[in-house]
């Protein structure tokens, strides 16, 4: 068993539940944890054995691309397409994502939401 992580990835995207936060933007960062078993590939040192993580990061950036109004739906949909993908090879997935300076009324680095299967 092994996790792969990809951290911090940085994305500025249109999601939120107030219409300019769909017109205007914000940044947004995504972090992500799969728990697969990486023996084949720690043995062969081959990519075909492996949880391609650079497959998992285009996936991400696809559904960052699409416009939703709720982090938690966002999240969802993420962990749907990485399933999707790699959902054979998956024993414990985390996708947390981070808006940053929400427009909320006060001074904060961000909201989050994280979600596991």
Excluded: W
Excluded at 77 to 101: P, Q, W
């Amino acid at each position: 068993m092994g996790i792969i992580r990809i951290k911090d990835m940085a994305f500025y995207a249109y999601h939120g539940h107030f219409a300019e936060e769909q017109i205007v933007g914000n940044n947004f960062v995504v972090n992500l944890e799969i728990h697969t078993d990486t023996s084949a590939a720690a043995k062969s040192d081959n990519l075909g054995d492996a949880l391609n993580y650079v497959e998992a990061y285009e996936i991400i950036k696809e559904q960052m691309e699409i416009k939703s109004a709720l982090l938690e739906h966002l999240v969802n949909r993420i962990l749907d397409a990485l399933y999707s993908k790699f959902g054979d090879v998956i024993r414990e997935i985390t996708v947390e994502v981070r808006k940053m300076n929400p427009p909320v009324g006060g001074k904060m680095d961000c909201v989050s939401v994280e979600m596991t299967r």
